[in-house]
């Protein structure tokens, strides 16, 4: 079990560490789109490689396609919206909103999955402490995002723009848990797991790639691509081993715990970018509010999830 839970927790700093990635290979490429397709392609070809080498077998047959669900490969989809939601998050809202709005999305949806038994989850009665849990995350959510944007310029010049940002966030992290559920539902179904990550960074990238060619009506030039470094491409390496990781966990710790040890990786790795630039992201301090907030979401999902 604790092989699992190491996995989720170590997914999640992994996918704190592809925020800032993506946004400064999007400096070269110009669109998030873009920078989302090829992202995913290079997600897809390293999980392609670890699928064929462990399951000699790349996609899944035809009769397995035709007797489930179609919903089934949805996650991928979500995927690509949450991986190309980043991209536009993150220079806006920085490295620790870009995680926190997300899991106050996550948290709210995989309550939701947790009760009703969604996409295939174990069901787990909605008591009064997941409730008081849930208000908890929401008043961390509060206190590290809002307390610290109070003596911001910005936050005062721009208040509403900021404000359907940091909703879209939330919006996307409860897109972000439902792919979560998804995919682990699609590793117990294949049997294996790398060929679910596969399959579900692939169908990403495909939804990804159409979406770009009708907003930008361009494809990618090689000079663009030759601006880009070298590690740029780890991007699309640390979110497929994040999907990865969940596809592993969630049969084994569930989808609930699964998604809370992978917060809270993303809110230690998203406190490192900010505070050391790393990925040559802008850094910020880390602020005694965000801390606290951070804290307290951190005890409110410890209620969540074992009280």
Avoid: C
């Amino acid at each position: 079990m604790y092989l699992y839970l190491g996995f989720a927790l170590f997914g999640g700093f992994l996918l704190a560490n592809q925020n800032p990635i993506n946004a400064d290979f999007k400096k070269s490429l110009g669109s998030p789109f873009i920078t989302s397709a090829i992202s995913n392609l290079v997600g897809s070809i390293f999980l392609g490689i670890i699928t064929v080498t462990t399951t000699r077998q790349l996609f899944p047959s035809v009769g397995f396609v035709m007797s489930h669900p179609a919903w089934i490969w949805l996650g991928g989809v979500l995927g690509g919206i949450f991986l190309t939601s980043n991209v536009l998050l993150f220079p806006r809202l920085g490295a620790v909103q870009t995680v926190i709005l997300p899991i106050l999305g996550q948290i709210l949806m995989g309550t939701l999955i947790d009760t009703f038994g969604f996409f295939g989850a174990l069901q787990i009665s909605f008591i009064k402490m997941r409730f008081l849990g849930i208000l908890i995350t929401l008043v961390g959510v509060f206190v590290a995002v809002v307390f610290p944007s109070l003596n911001k310029k910005r936050a005062l010049e721009k208040p509403k723009h900021l404000f359907l940002w940091r909703i879209w966030a939330i919006i996307v992290g409860g897109l972000s848990a439902i792919q979560q559920a998804i995919n682990g539902h699609l590793g117990v179904l294949l049997h294996h797991p790398a060929q679910a990550a596969f399959a579900s960074f692939f169908i990403g990238f495909l939804a990804i790639l159409v979406v770009s060619m009708v907003v930008d009506h361009r494809i990618l030039k090689i000079s663009e691509l030759k601006k880009a470094k070298v590690w740029n491409g780890l991007g699309g390496m640390l979110g497929g081993l994040f999907v990865l990781a969940t596809v592993l966990a969630v049969p084994k710790i569930g989808a609930g715990l699964t998604i809370m040890m992978g917060l809270i990786g993303q809110i230690f790795g998203s406190m490192l970018v900010q505070q050391f630039g790393f990925w040559r992201s802008e850094r910020y301090r880390v602020q005694i509010w965000q801390m606290i907030g951070i804290l307290v979401m951190l005890f409110g999902i410890i209620v969540v999830k074992f009280l």
